[in-house]
């Protein structure tokens, strides 16, 4: 007669449960992840702090007013929103007037330098000997004007700052070899000397030095 062995009882089923809200490393994973959306929220923030402002596209001469091709949109991140202020904002379209100081390619442009109307100027060309002038005289520039004596002691300036419109070389002025031509703008407060320096010019007792 055989004997039967006993079964084997089945292992205890094993539950598992579910991590209720209450579970602290899901607390602090949520924490991260909101503390992450946050400091990449603000990080984008400080990195567009920028306000898009008018530049000048190309070099602008007073006097001319301004349209569209004349401008470009640039951003710029201002330290002190007081600054701002002295600006044209790109927001406020593009900016109506004259043009009453010069401005060179890629410069920003303050409101101060607009106008209604242009500023009335007066155009003279003044000629000097060519060893008065400074080779780097040219359209654009700044220069003072002197008239010189019999001494060094009687030069005076009679025009400072004044803007350069053309400066032909030596080759195409008349008396090549001994003198130069340059032709200046000059405002209204300036426009009373222009007999002062022709007479100078006439005898040969001006010298132009470039002022920037």
């Known amino acids: 007669m055989s004997t039967q062995s006993p079964m ?16 602290p490393r899901l607390v602090i994973g949520l924490v991260l992840v ?3 959306v946050l400091l990449g929220a603000r990080l984008l923030a400080e990195a567009d702090d920028t306000v898009e402002v008018w530049t000048a596209a190309h070099d602008l001469q007073a006097g001319q ?3 569209g091709e004349d401008l ?18 790109v ?3 593009v900016p109506e007037g004259v043009l009453r100081a010069p401005a060179a390619s890629g410069a ?27 080779p780097s005289v040219g359209p654009g520039a700044r220069v003072d004007v002197w008239v010189t004596g019999e001494g060094a002691r009687d030069a005076e300036a009679v025009l400072r700052g004044v803007r350069v419109v053309a400066a032909p070389g030596a080759d195409a ?25 022709l007479a100078a010019a006439q005898a040969g007792q001006v010298a132009i030095t470039r002022a920037g």
């Open 8 to 23: 084997p009882e089945p292992p205890a089923a094993v539950r598992f449960s579910r991590r209720g809200w209450r579970d």
């Open 34 to 36: 909101a503390a992450s």
């Open 65 to 67: 007013t301004l349209s």
């Open 72 to 89: 470009v949109a640039t951003r710029v991140r201002f330290a002190d929103a007081d600054r701002l202020g002295l600006y044209l904002p």
């Open 91 to 93: 927001a406020d379209g």
């Open 108 to 134: 920003l442009l303050p409101r101060a330098a607009l106008g209604a109307d242009a500023v009335e100027q007066t155009e003279v060309a003044v000629w000097a000997p060519a060893i008065a002038v400074p």
């Open 173 to 197: 002025t008349l008396a090549a070899s001994t003198e130069r031509q340059v032709v200046l703008a000059l405002g209204p407060d300036d426009a009373a000397q222009v007999g002062t320096v």
